[in-house]
């Protein structure tokens, strides 16, 4: 068919009428064309605003990480600038007493228990908790961020635990009365802070 067209090809007339036909049809073509155009313009418009707005996301959230790491970087900054603070307060700020109680660290909000360090014979109130090799007093120094939630006071208790004090054959009298020197002491030591909302209270000898 192909070839009788190529050896026979349509007559003028015909074409005619075909480009005739296709202006009749044109009219009512040419809305639907611009239709679909109108509406791919449309998909067109909303696909870019999609890929700016992933762009921007992206974007975001990478900004929103190096803030993350930001302020992390800065928390932990500052958390070894409060201990090496805080040791520093430790090792030059107060003198522990060799006899009663000493406060060695009270927490920032309203304590709900005291730690008391009560060392034996023989013993320091200070120097029995430090750590020779680095010198760090661990109850102020170390335990404070360990018990940081439960809001705990911790304090020293000295006494005289010279050899002499316990050599006469008093020891067990001596004791009972370092305990009950001790209860005193803290119980007045609670009433001047005012601290007798609460009734926990831990003794590390």
């Known amino acids: 068919m192909a070839l009788v067209k190529k050896h026979f090809p349509e007559p003028r007339e015909g074409r005619r009428s075909s480009v005739r036909l296709n202006n009749l049809k044109w009219p009512f073509i040419q809305p639907k064309i611009e239709n679909l155009r109108s509406k791919l313009e449309k998909h067109k418009t909303k696909l870019i605003l999609m890929t700016q707005v992933l762009t921007f996301a992206k974007i975001a ?51 709900s228990v005291d730690v008391v360090f009560v060392h034996g014979i023989f013993g320091h109130p200070k120097d029995t908790w430090t750590c020779d090799d680095a010198d760090v007093f661990w109850p102020a120094e170390l335990l404070p961020p360990i018990l940081e939630d439960e809001r705990a006071r ?21 004791i009972h009365e370092v305990v009950g020197n001790l209860g005193r002491d803290l119980i007045s030591n609670r009433q001047v802070r005012k601290r007798l ?3 926990r209270l831990t003794i590390c000898p």
């Open 197 to 199: 909302n609460y009734d």
């Open 61 to 111: 959230a990478s900004e929103q990480r190096n803030i993350d790491n930001q302020m992390e970087q800065a928390r932990q900054k500052l958390e070894a600038l409060l201990i090496v603070t805080h040791r520093a307060q430790i090792k030059s700020g107060y003198n522990v007493h060799p006899i009663g109680l000493t406060e060695v660290f009270n927490p920032s909000i309203q304590a």
């Open 154 to 174: 911790i304090l020293t208790y000295g006494y005289d635990a010279g050899a002499d004090t316990f050599a006469d054959g008093q020891a067990g009298h001596k």
